[in-house]
C-alpha cells in the first residue's frame, strides 16, 4: 500500500500535502475566528452606509480598458523581452494594440506594469477624442497605488502626464473613470474596525455583504489619512504627507472606494471592489447601480470580462518575436558583429529555449 501510494503522489507531493494540512489547521484556521468577529463588527459600524442596489435612473454607456503582457517573458542575455497587449471594447469600439518591449534594467515586473498603465491611459485619451460614452473602465485601480506612497515621485512622472491628460478631457466631456480591482488585497476596512483588519477587503466584503448590497467607504481623502495611520503606525505621517503631496498633481483624494455584490448569484459569493471617479456628476450610486446591473456571473461588469479575453495571448509569441529581433539586427551588422548578435540574442537560461537538442 506505501508503494502505491508514493507512486500516486511523490515524495515532493506528499511533503506538499502535509504542508496544506498543517497551515489549514494552524496558520488558516486561527483566522477564521478573526474573521467571523470582524465581520459582525464590520456589518454593525456599516448598517447606515451599506445599501440596496435598486435600478439606475439612467442608461450608461461604457468603454473598457485592459492590458496584459506575456508571461512568463524572454530572458535574453541582453535583457528581458516581453509583448504588451492592450485595448478597448465598447459598442462603438474595438482594438487590441501591441508594443513589444525590452529591458535591461534589474525589475522588468516594474517597467512592463508602468508601461502597460501609461499605453492604456493614452488610448483612454485617444477614445475620448472621438468617441462619446458615459463610463470608462478600467481593469484595475484609476491611480495605481504605489505612485501614492512612492518615495521618489519622478519615476511616476510620465504616468502622472499620462493621467492629468486624460482627467482634463474626461472632464470637459462628461465623463466618469472607474477602477474594477480584481486583486483586492487592501485592508482599508481597517479604518473601520479602528485596528488593523485580520484579512483583506475583499473577503471581508463578500462577508457582511449580501446580495444586491453595496456599501461606500467614502472618497480616500476622507478616510485614508486615518487608516494609514492604524495600519502604518510609525511610518504613517509620513505616507500621509506623501499623498497630501501628490493629491496638489492628481485627483487621488477625489476617488470614492465601494464594495457591492451582485443580485444574481456570483462564483464564490464575493464581492467587487471599485473605484470611482465621479468626473460626470452623476453621482457613485447612480454608477454602482449601472456596474451592478451589467455585471456576469464573476462579479465584473461585461465590458471587463469580455476585453480581458481580448487581450489575452499566449507567450509562445515571444519566441517568434526572438527570432524576430535577431533578424534585424543581423541584417544591420557587420560578420564581427553578428556574433555578438547571436550571444545578445540567446536565452539567459538555456533550459527556456524551445529549440533544445
Same mark, same amino acid.
Given at each position: 500500500?506505501?508503494?502505491?501510494?508514493? /507512486?500516486?503522489?511523490?515524495?515532493?507531493?506528499?511533503?506538499?500535502?502535509?504542508?496544506?494540512?498543517?497551515? =489549514?489547521?494552524?496558520?488558516?484556521?486561527?483566522?477564521?475566528?478573526? $474573521?467571523?468577529?470582524?465581520?459582525?463588527?464590520?456589518?454593525?459600524?456599516?448598517?447606515?452606509?451599506?445599501?440596496?442596489?435598486?435600478? !439606475?435612473?439612467?442608461?450608461?454607456?461604457?468603454?473598457?480598458?485592459?492590458?496584459?503582457?506575456?508571461?512568463?517573458?524572454?530572458?535574453?542575455? %541582453?535583457?528581458?523581452?516581453?509583448?504588451?497587449?492592450?485595448?478597448?471594447?465598447?459598442?462603438?469600439?474595438?482594438?487590441?494594440?501591441?508594443?513589444?518591449?525590452?529591458?535591461?534594467?534589474?525589475?522588468?515586473?516594474?517597467?512592463?506594469? &508602468?508601461? !502597460?498603465?501609461?499605453?492604456?491611459?493614452?488610448?483612454?485619451?485617444?477614445?475620448? #477624442?472621438?468617441?462619446?460614452?458615459?463610463?470608462?473602465?478600467?481593469?484595475?485601480?484609476?491611480?495605481?497605488?504605489?505612485?501614492?506612497?512612492?518615495?521618489?515621485?519622478?519615476?511616476?512622472? !510620465?504616468?502622472? @502626464? &499620462?493621467?492629468?491628460?486624460? $482627467?482634463?478631457?474626461?472632464?470637459?466631456?462628461?465623463? !466618469?473613470?472607474?477602477?474594477?480591482?480584481?486583486?483586492?488585497?487592501?485592508?482599508?476596512?481597517?479604518?473601520?474596525?479602528?485596528? #488593523?483588519?485580520?484579512?483583506?477587503? &475583499?473577503?471581508?466584503?463578500?462577508?457582511?455583504?449580501?446580495?444586491?448590497?453595496?456599501?461606500?467607504?467614502?472618497?480616500?481623502?476622507?478616510?485614508?489619512?486615518?487608516?494609514?495611520?492604524?495600519?502604518?503606525?510609525?511610518?504613517?505621517?509620513?505616507?500621509?504627507?506623501?499623498?497630501?503631496?501628490?493629491?496638489?498633481?492628481?485627483?487621488?483624494?477625489?476617488?470614492?472606494?465601494?464594495? %457591492?455584490?451582485?443580485?444574481?448569484?456570483?462564483? %464564490?459569493?464575493?464581492?467587487? &471592489?471599485?473605484?470611482?471617479? @465621479?468626473?460626470?456628476?452623476?453621482?457613485?450610486?447612480? $454608477?454602482?447601480?449601472?456596474? =451592478?446591473?451589467?455585471?456576469?456571473?464573476?462579479? /465584473?461588469?461585461?465590458? $471587463? @470580462?469580455?476585453?480581458?479575453?481580448?487581450?489575452?495571448? +499566449?507567450?509562445?509569441?515571444?519566441?517568434?518575436?526572438?527570432?524576430?529581433?535577431?533578424? #534585424?539586427?543581423?541584417?544591420?551588422?557587420?560578420? +564581427?558583429?553578428?556574433?555578438?548578435?547571436?550571444?545578445?540574442?540567446?536565452?539567459?537560461?538555456?533550459?527556456?529555449?524551445?529549440?533544445? /537538442?
Amino acid at each position: 500500500m506505501e508503494d502505491l501510494e508514493l /507512486f500516486i503522489y511523490p515524495p515532493a507531493f506528499l511533503g506538499a500535502i502535509g504542508g496544506v494540512k498543517k497551515v =489549514a489547521r494552524s496558520e488558516i484556521r486561527e483566522k477564521v475566528g478573526e $474573521i467571523v468577529k470582524a465581520s459582525r463588527e464590520l456589518r454593525e459600524n456599516l448598517r447606515d452606509k451599506i445599501k440596496t442596489i435598486g435600478k !439606475s435612473s439612467k442608461s450608461f454607456s461604457c468603454i473598457g480598458i485592459d492590458s496584459t503582457w506575456t508571461s512568463p517573458h524572454l530572458e535574453l542575455l %541582453y535583457g528581458d523581452c516581453a509583448l504588451i497587449l492592450y485595448g478597448c471594447l465598447g459598442s462603438e469600439i474595438r482594438e487590441v494594440r501591441a508594443e513589444p518591449v525590452v529591458y535591461t534594467g534589474d525589475d522588468f515586473s516594474s517597467f512592463v506594469w &508602468k508601461r !502597460s498603465i501609461e499605453l492604456e491611459r493614452e488610448l483612454a485619451t485617444e477614445i475620448l #477624442e472621438k468617441v462619446d460614452t458615459d463610463l470608462l473602465i478600467f481593469d484595475g485601480n484609476i491611480f495605481p497605488f504605489p505612485m501614492v506612497y512612492a518615495r521618489e515621485w519622478g519615476e511616476w512622472v !510620465s504616468v502622472a @502626464d &499620462k493621467m492629468r491628460s486624460l $482627467i482634463s478631457l474626461a472632464e470637459k466631456k462628461g465623463v !466618469s473613470l472607474v477602477g474594477v480591482v480584481k486583486r483586492a488585497r487592501s485592508r482599508y476596512l481597517s479604518y473601520v474596525l479602528g485596528r #488593523e483588519a485580520p484579512t483583506n477587503d &475583499k473577503l471581508l466584503a463578500s462577508i457582511i455583504l449580501e446580495n444586491g448590497e453595496y456599501v461606500s467607504l467614502g472618497r480616500f481623502g476622507d478616510f485614508l489619512p486615518d487608516y494609514l495611520k492604524i495600519v502604518h503606525k510609525d511610518k504613517g505621517e509620513d505616507y500621509i504627507r506623501r499623498f497630501k503631496e501628490r493629491c496638489k498633481e492628481l485627483p487621488l483624494d477625489e476617488v470614492e472606494l465601494v464594495f %457591492y455584490k451582485t443580485k444574481k448569484p456570483t462564483q %464564490y459569493d464575493s464581492a467587487t &471592489k471599485v473605484e470611482i471617479l @465621479d468626473l460626470s456628476r452623476v453621482g457613485a450610486d447612480e $454608477i454602482v447601480k449601472a456596474l =451592478a446591473g451589467m455585471s456576469t456571473d464573476t462579479g /465584473f461588469p461585461v465590458v $471587463i @470580462d469580455w476585453i480581458d479575453e481580448i487581450v489575452r495571448n +499566449e507567450h509562445r509569441v515571444l519566441a517568434f518575436l526572438r527570432d524576430l529581433l535577431e533578424k #534585424e539586427l543581423m541584417n544591420t551588422c557587420s560578420n +564581427e558583429e553578428k556574433e555578438i548578435i547571436i550571444k545578445l540574442c540567446g536565452f539567459m537560461n538555456p533550459q527556456k529555449s524551445p529549440f533544445r /537538442f
